[in-house]
Nanobody
C-alpha cells in the first residue's frame, strides 16, 4: 500500500516562505529506482493545478510557468521525501497543496494531475497580506 503524507503547510505573510514535505511509504520506485512525483494545489472553487514535478532518474524538474522562479521541487531519496520550497508567497497562492506519485513513466514526468495515481491528503497553505 502506497501512502503519501504531506506536512509543512501553515499561515505566512505575503512575501514569506514555506517548505512543504511529502514523505512516502510503500512507494516502490517504478523502474530501476526511477520515479516521478509532483506537487499540486487546489484553491476553493478551482480545479486542481500542477505546481511542479521531479523525475528522479535524471533529477529533472518541471514547473508551472506561472510559478517558475518562486517554487523549487527537490527530492531526498534516502528519506523517501519530496520537498517544495515556496518563496515570495503571494495572496493568490493559498490553497490545499498535495503531493502525488505516478505508477508508470509513460508520458514523461510533468505536473499533469490526471497522470498521477497516488495522492496524499494535502496540507493547507494560507497567505495573509
Amino acid at each position: 500500500q502506497v501512502t503519501l503524507v504531506e506536512s509543512g503547510g501553515g499561515s505566512v505573510q505575503a512575501g514569506g516562505s514555506l517548505r512543504l514535505s511529502c514523505q512516502t511509504f510503500g512507494y516502490v520506485y517504478v523502474i530501476n529506482g526511477i520515479n516521478c512525483m509532483g506537487w499540486f494545489r487546489q484553491a476553493p472553487g478551482k480545479e486542481r493545478e500542477g505546481v511542479a514535478s521531479i523525475y528522479s532518474g535524471g533529477a529533472r524538474t518541471s514547473y508551472s510557468e506561472s510559478l517558475k522562479g518562486r517554487f523549487t521541487i527537490s527530492q531526498d531519496k534516502a528519506k523517501n521525501t519530496v520537498y517544495l520550497q515556496m518563496n515570495s508567497l503571494r495572496p493568490e497562492d493559498p490553497a490545499m497543496y498535495y503531493c502525488a506519485a505516478k505508477d508508470r513513466l509513460t508520458g514523461g514526468c510533468w505536473p499533469n494531475p490526471s497522470e498521477y495515481k497516488y495522492w496524499g491528503q494535502g496540507t493547507q497553505v494560507t497567505v495573509s497580506s
